[in-house]
Nanobody, 116 residues
């Protein structure tokens, strides 16, 4: 199983980014797909996840209303649309696949830097 994340870069506060994560080696429709992030010197934290059929989404409180997670099982891809970015969103964003409470597979991460 491989998860390839992309889309991270530097952006000014208030800007937008769209992260992508393409999975291979498994049937993603059977799993939740999600995003976590890890800022320098901090623990990894949950950001958002989406159920296998795409009907259920969950968000970290501080990103709800600014971030949108979506998926396309035909493309084995999950996206994270991030709007109104803030400096505190700066982190390495990692995509993951698994069950709602136990993520088994992880990508290598893509770095997001929000600063002026």
């Amino acid at each position: 199983v491989q998860l390839q994340a992309s889309g991270g870069r530097w952006v000014q506060p208030g800007g937008s980014l769209r992260l992508s994560c393409a999975a291979s080696g498994l049937t993603v429709s059977s799993y939740y797909m999600g995003w976590f992030r890890q800022a320098p010197g901090k623990e990894r934290e949950f950001v958002a996840c989406v159920s296998g059929d795409g009907d259920l989404t969950f968000y970290k409180d501080s990103v709800r209303g600014r971030f949108t997670i979506s998926r396309d099982n035909a493309k084995s891809t999950v996206w994270l649309q991030m709007d109104n970015l803030k400096p505190e969103d700066t982190a390495v964003y990692l995509c993951t696949v698994g069950t709602f409470s136990a993520y088994k597979f992880w990508g290598q991460g893509t770095e997001v830097t929000v600063s002026s």
